[in-house]
């Protein structure tokens, strides 16, 4: 569930249901949220390298095991009744993507901006990271990679802004070869 306010609203009931078992948890921790991120010197360009990643793997793979039911949308109902019919694999694009906040893209300030409002929303522990699983060049990827971890790791290591609790973990979902880690910053793999 990428948008803020269900994945908030999952971070209440969990937190509600944790104090019952005895445990006192702050919204967001022990929680992880999984995103796709796309750098660009401009939103287009980031976009391009959505639809040629995170877009095309969900389309031709992972909706077809109902992973894309998490993105529907107010009007998806009407058209696509919960339960009774899915939403068609032609729906799975990059606007969707981005408008339900699974990717975040475009330019630095762009992607930052998101995952303010997400840390500020969500508060989440960890933070998952869906690379591109071989999709995109190598090289595309650790730049990727290098600019996420100057610009967006970097911030939240230095504590930029109050919303960045001491909880924050990164993690980067493998690759096909089983390679990937959890780290406090992705500089750290490359």
Known sequence: MPQPPVVRK?????QEESRKAGRNLKLGESIGVLHAVYFGD???QARKLGSEGISLVFKKVF?????????????DEARYPKGKVPIPES???IDRIER?????????????????????NVHPEWFVW????????????KQQIRTFGKEISAAV??????????????????DAAGRGASVSSPLGLL
Request: glycine share 12%; with cysteine; net charge negative.
């Open 10 to 14: 999952f971070g209440r009931a969990y």
């Open 42 to 44: 401009d939103k287009a």
């Open 63 to 75: 909706h077809h095991f109902g992973f894309s039911e998490a993105w529907r949308e107010e009007g």
């Open 91 to 93: 729906e799975i694009t």
């Open 100 to 120: 339900v906040k699974f990717a975040y893209t475009g330019t630095v300030a762009d992607v930052r901006s998101e995952f303010d409002a997400m840390v500020e």
């Open 130 to 141: 869906l690379g591109d699983q071989g999709l995109l060049p190598l090289d595309t990827v």
């Open 157 to 174: 290591s230095r504590g930029d802004g109050a919303i960045y609790g001491e909880l924050f973990r990164f993690c980067l979902v493998p």
